[in-house]
């Protein structure tokens, strides 16, 4: 399985921005898609992630903010961010996995909040 992550950028105090993830490759067992960052000096964390009944889950900090989603024809997983603040700022990776921790994980795409 190969992710290609995509959408990151720079961007103002409440503004937005939508990541991508393509996937390629066998596919055909992976049960959940993920949306991980790390900040600077910081650990890397989840952020959101979706499972294969599309349901959905969100760290305490993007509640309400950011959402992801899913478009199984095209293979790619969304996370789009609203509201963004400077401690969004970080570098995010999308990640799948077809058992219980995350074992495919995507290059990073930088994403900058700030005035």
């Known amino acids: 399985v190969q992710l290609q992550a995509s959408g990151g950028g720079s961007v103002q105090p409440g503004g937005s921005l939508r990541l991508s993830c393509e996937a390629s490759g066998n596919i055909f067992r992976i049960n959940a ?9 910081g650990q890397r964390e989840l952020v959101a992630d979706i499972i294969g009944d599309g349901s959905t889950d969100y760290a305490d900090s993007v509640k309400g903010r950011f959402t992801i989603s899913r478009d199984n024809a095209k293979n790619t997983v969304y996370l789009q961010m609203n509201s963004l603040k400077p401690e969004d700022t970080a570098v995010y990776y999308c990640a799948a996995q077809n058992g219980t921790v995350y074992n495919y994980w995507g290059q990073g795409t930088q994403v900058t909040v700030s005035s």
């Open 33 to 41: 898609w993920g949306w991980y960052r790390q900040a600077p000096g």
